[in-house]
């Protein structure tokens, strides 16, 4: 079956431009979840979502990182004026439960963002 | 505040010998522990995890982990290597609903 689908798989963007990250989940999972994964690093959490509802995006490391589920499905990750510190793999994660600590975690292939 | 170690940056091993990567953790209340794999250029994959019950966990591609509470360790083990295991492999606890990951461990197997 279809896993999580990531686009684009690369992405170049000068410095100062909005870039928009796509993540299309599991059919029928519940939460997801978006990461930021550094060189050299494990993923670092972004923001959840159970359906569409924003539960937490504590992670979100400014105001410029902007996430959105409208639907309950597909997800957008949004980085407004871009910054070189913003490079790093960007990667999604669904899960079939809301009650997510038991249950694992469906990673995308993630989004390499490089901010020249 | 929830935290994981994975002490060793790069593990090597033979093929056919065994292998182990460790991994210790930090977390408030009970632990739900989980270990990934991560192929190059591909994401996460799920391994094993364990949420209760016997400490010997046991996953895919003949992997297994023991859970140790009293060392607040999840140490991943296979008896036989194989060329094909080389990968990154990462950690990761989860004490409400947010997971932390650990640095990952390279993992190299040679012929």
């Known amino acids: 079956g279809a896993g999580v689908s990531q686009s684009p798989r690369y992405k170049v963007a000068k410095r100062g431009q909005d870039v928009a990250l796509r993540c299309d989940p599991i059919?029928?999972?519940?939460?997801l979840f978006w990461y930021q994964q550094a060189l050299g690093q494990g993923p670092e959490f972004l923001t959840y979502?159970?359906?569409?509802?924003?539960?937490?995006k504590s992670g979100l490391p400014s105001d410029r990182f902007f996430a959105e589920r409208p639907e309950g499905s597909v997800s957008t990750l949004k980085i407004q004026r871009t910054q070189q510190e913003d490079s790093a793999v960007y990667l999604c994660?669904?899960?079939?439960?809301?009650?997510?600590?038991?249950?694992?975690?469906?990673f995308g292939p993630g989004t390499r963002l490089t901010v020249t | 505040a929830q935290s994981v170690a994975q002490p060793e940056d790069q593990v090597k091993v033979a093929e056919g010998n065994p292998l182990t990567v460790k991994c210790t953790y930090s977390?408030?209340?009970?632990?739900?522990l989980f270990w990934y794999v991560q192929y190059p250029n591909r994401g996460l994959q799920f391994l094993l995890k364990?949420?209760?019950?016997?400490?010997l966990v046991k996953g895919s591609y003949g992997f297994e982990a023991e859970f140790n509470k009293s060392q607040t360790s999840f140490h991943l083990k296979k008896p036989s290597a194989l060329v094909s295991d080389s990968a990154l492999y990462f950690c990761?606890?989860?004490?409400?609903?947010?997971?932390?990951f650990g640095r990952g461990t390279s993992l190299i197997v040679h012929p």
């Open positions: 977390v408030s209340g009970n632990p739900y």
């Open positions: 990761a606890v989860t004490g409400s609903y947010i997971p932390t």
């Open positions: 059919s029928g999972h519940v939460s």
């Open positions: 364990y949420i209760t019950g016997d400490n």
């Open positions: 994660a669904s899960s079939l439960e809301s009650t997510t600590r038991d249950y694992e975690q469906y």
């Open positions: 979502f159970q359906n569409e509802a924003q539960l937490d």
